[in-house]
């Protein structure tokens, strides 16, 4: 059964660090990972897609990178900004089954 | 083009009533899928559709849970005498197809049942 874990479960840092999100997974059977960022009381609003064949991802100042035989993925976010504030989200499309299966999110503070 | 939409975006139970949430997912979008987030934990699986054909519904919880995708397009969720457990963000997904594409989501509906 897969499992998704994500390290560290909260992070609060000052306004301008560099940070690192960190998401692992069981099973290397998946068609691609995404990375989701969720505001409280909302819905989840898709950052990265990489899939199973890709190394990494990059959007403005968010970067995913993806390493199937290990079964890691961590996402990037240079120069961050109190509106970066929010819970991350990662999880793996199930090869075959296509469902997504989640960890339980980083909860990231950025203090200004 | 317009997203993902669910209604109610709220809804307020008493223990033992039934109720039914809607999903109109993205035109043209094969691949629909219902996940349940309880408060501060990640979203899980709970049943997926290829148009009209619902090919998993491992992740439903009991048979209290029923979902239906006649037409191949909006989708609901029913739950039949809610149960205090059931409080929790039910989340509609859609995607344009297997495998490797994106998974598009609503804004979800949060249940309360008091």
Do not use: M
Request: one cysteine or more.
């Amino acid at each position: 059964k897969q499992e998704v874990t994500q390290i560290p479960a909260a992070l609060s840092v000052p306004e301008g660090e560099n940070l690192v999100l960190n998401c692992s997974f069981t099973d290397s059977a998946i068609y691609n990972l995404q990375w989701f960022r969720q505001d409280p009381g909302k819905g989840l609003t898709s950052l990265l897609l990489i899939q199973s064949s890709q190394r990494e991802q990059t959007s403005g100042r968010l970067n995913a990178s993806l390493d199937k035989s290990s079964g890691r993925s961590t996402l990037y976010i240079a120069a961050s900004q109190p509106g970066d504030s929010a819970t991350y989200l990662c999880a793996v499309r199930q090869d075959p089954g296509d469902k997504l299966v989640f960890g339980a999110g980083t909860i990231l503070r950025v203090k200004s | 083009g317009a997203g993902v939409s669910q209604s109610p975006r709220y809804k307020v139970a008493k223990r033992g009533q039934d109720v039914a949430l809607r999903c109109d997912p993205i035109s043209g979008h094969v691949s629909l899928f219902w996940y349940q987030q309880a408060l501060g934990q990640g979203p899980e699986f709970l049943t997926y559709f290829q148009n009209e054909a619902q090919l998993d519904k491992s992740g439903l919880p009991s048979d209290r849970f029923f979902a239906e995708r006649p037409e191949g397009s909006v989708s609901t969720l029913k739950i039949q005498r809610t149960q205090q457990e059931d409080s929790a963000v039910y989340l509609c997904a859609s995607s344009f197809g297997q495998g490797r594409y994106e998974q598009y989501f609503g804004p979800g509906t949060r249940l309360t049942v008091t």
